[in-house]
Antibody, heavy 120, light 107 residues
């Protein structure tokens, strides 16, 4: 069964750091495009970052320079390293697999999410 | 960055109604658009990709259309399980963006 399971969320003080993990099963992370998407309480979806199968990475302006997406092929796991956290980073963070269609990619498998709360 | 604007922000409808949600891109994105459904406390679910292609397992009452900058999601006959929030997302740019969402509520 194709599945994504996020972990690593929690309560962190402003300016702190946190690393989220997304363990995949049923497919290979390194062969796919993988994204992180977040949702602040009561708000809509916000795309955060993507890593391509070839290793290229892209970030939303709101997190560029603070967040780093990566993967561990041996563990079939995706990561999001979050530094210099702010209150506005408080959200449920989802990882998602992107499936390609004529070289354009859509998020077809999602994890259940992990909650990050940034507060003193 | 490409901005996505959905309308309306919310719609009240009854079971059996036809519901249409629109999404406008700030610049042309050809047909590179997806629609997702999200229920409270759950992860989003892909419904439509490439503007009009139905994801496997999604009921045929859902359909999508449009190209360029204007897109629509139509639910032909609203069912109780369809009450949810719907998001569009452009897949034309390496910087993905979502619309702000449309909540479909029970009338």
């Amino acid at each position: 069964e194709v599945q994504l399971v996020e972990s690593g969320g929690g309560l962190v003080q402003p300016g702190g750091s946190l690393r989220l993990s997304c363990a995949a099963s049923g497919f290979t992370v390194s062969s796919n495009y993988m994204s992180w998407v977040r949702q602040a309480p009561g708000k809509g979806l916000e795309w955060v970052s993507v890593i391509y199968s070839g290793g290229s990475t892209y970030y939303a302006d709101s997190v560029k320079g603070r967040f780093t997406i990566s993967r561990d092929n041996s563990k079939n796991t995706l990561y999001l390293q979050m530094n210099s956290l702010r209150a506005e980073d408080t959200a449920v963070y989802y990882c998602a697999r992107e499936e390609g269609y004529y070289s354009h990619y859509y998020m077809d498998v999602w994890g259940k999410g992990t909650t990050v709360t940034v507060s003193s | 960055d490409i901005q996505m604007t959905q309308s309306p922000s919310s719609v009240s409808a009854s079971v059996g109604d036809r519901v249409t949600i629109t999404c406008r891109a700030s610049q042309g994105i050809s047909s590179w658009l997806a629609w997702y459904q999200q229920k409270p406390g759950k992860a989003p679910k892909l419904l439509i990709y490439a503007a009009s292609s139905l994801q496997s397992g999604v009921p045929s009452r859902f359909s999508g259309s449009g190209s360029g900058t204007d897109f629509t999601l139509t639910i032909s006959s609203l069912q109780p399980e369809d009450f949810a929030t719907y998001y569009c997302q452009q897949a034309n740019s390496f910087l993905r963006t979502f619309g702000q969402g449309t909540k479909v509520e029970i009338k």
